[in-house]
């Protein structure tokens, strides 16, 4: 609820008021849980692609030495214009 509602509420007695307070309060624990988990999410996303790209590093790391060996005599034979 907006403060407007919650000062509209005063005019229409105590219990309405401590009640639109407490929706006001839950409402913005709710909004920070889901801010919190949403920064959980994004370093998660962060370690899984950090993560993948460790793997291909090492993959091309493995097919680059045996390439480079099989293209050496084959670029020494080659005369290029």
Not at 56 to 71: A, D, F, S, T, W
């Amino acid at each position: 609820m907006t403060k407007s509602k919650i000062r509209r509420s005063q005019k229409a007695g105590l219990p309405t008021s401590i009640y639109f307070k407490d929706v006001f309060d839950h409402t913005i624990i709710a909004i920070e849980t889901v801010e919190t988990y949403r920064d959980i999410l994004a370093g998660l996303l962060d370690i899984y692609l950090s993560s993948v790209s460790n793997r291909l590093n090492e993959i091309m790391k493995v097919l680059h030495c045996p390439g480079g060996r099989l293209h050496g005599p084959y670029f020494k034979k080659k005369k290029w214009i």
